[in-house]
Antibody
Framework: QVQMEESGGGVAQPGGSLRLSCVVS????????FHWVRQAPGKGLEWVTF????????YYADSVKGRFTVSRDTSRSTLFLQMNSLRPGDTSMYYC?????????????WGRGTLVSVSS | SYVLTQPPSLSVAPGKTATITCEGN??????VHWYQQKPGQAPVLVIY???DRPSGIPERFSGSNPGNTATLTISSVEAGDEADYYC??????????FGGGTKMTVL
């Protein structure tokens, strides 16, 4: 059974930083690409970033480009999201998700999420 | 950027059929995927590639994508189907784009 557990959320001040983690078990971590998707309170889903299985493809939403960095550690089956220069608009639940095989064009499985709140 | 438009809400009686639409420019040329999100829970993939169901998803859930409007159909609706539903496509402008979501209430 695949399990994905996010952590690292919390309260940060505007301009601050947080690092999210997503530990994955029950699947071959090195064979899959992963996404981060966020959801502001009471709002819809917004894709944030994608990293391919071999890290050759990394993409970011315009809203986070230059501020967020995605990475992965195969030895620990863990996905990371380094979030810098945080803004109040970054307040959201952040989900990690397994990318579909091949084109990675949809989100196969989702974690339960970790909540990030940016406020002074 | 590419836009997917969904109705904000839908109400359906138990046992009836719910149809949730997802409009986008020439969306029929793209693969549409659907997610169910129950209150306080993470999204779950219910339809991928327009019509395919992941294992564990009931046959009551089906999809179609014939033109400018993709649809998610839920037959014999149950109280447990009450949730938000999101459509999603991959588009070069996005690239991963979600619709605004439809809140389905079971009366």
């Amino acid at each position: 059974q695949v399990q994905m557990e996010e952590s690292g959320g919390g309260v940060a001040q505007p301009g601050g930083s947080l690092r999210l983690s997503c530990v994955v078990s029950g699947l071959s971590f090195s064979s899959h690409g992963f996404h981060w998707v966020r959801q502001a309170p009471g709002k819809g889903l917004e894709w944030v970033t994608f990293i391919s299985s071999d890290e050759s493809r990394i993409y970011y939403a315009d809203s986070v480009k230059g501020r967020f960095t995605v990475s992965r550690d195969t030895s620990r089956s863990t996905l990371f999201l380094q979030m810098n220069s945080l803004r109040p608009g970054d307040t959201s639940m952040y989900y990690c998700a397994v990318a579909s095989p091949g084109l990675a064009d949809y989100f196969l499985l989702w974690g339960r999420g970790t909540l990030v709140s940016v406020s002074s | 950027s590419y836009v997917l438009t969904q109705p904000p809400s839908l109400s359906v009686a138990p046992g009836k059929t719910a149809t949730i639409t997802c409009e986008g420019n020439n969306v029929g040329s793209k693969s549409v995927h659907w997610y169910q999100q129950k209150p306080g829970q993470a999204p779950v993939l219910v339809i991928y590639n327009d019509i395919d169901r992941p294992s564990g998803i009931p046959e009551r859930f089906s999809g179609s994508n014939p033109g400018n409007t993709a649809t998610l159909t839920i037959s014999s609706v149950e109280a447990g189907d009450e949730a938000d539903y999101y459509c999603q496509v991959w588009d070069v402008s996005g690239p991963w784009v979600f619709g605004g979501g439809t809140k389905m209430t079971v009366l």
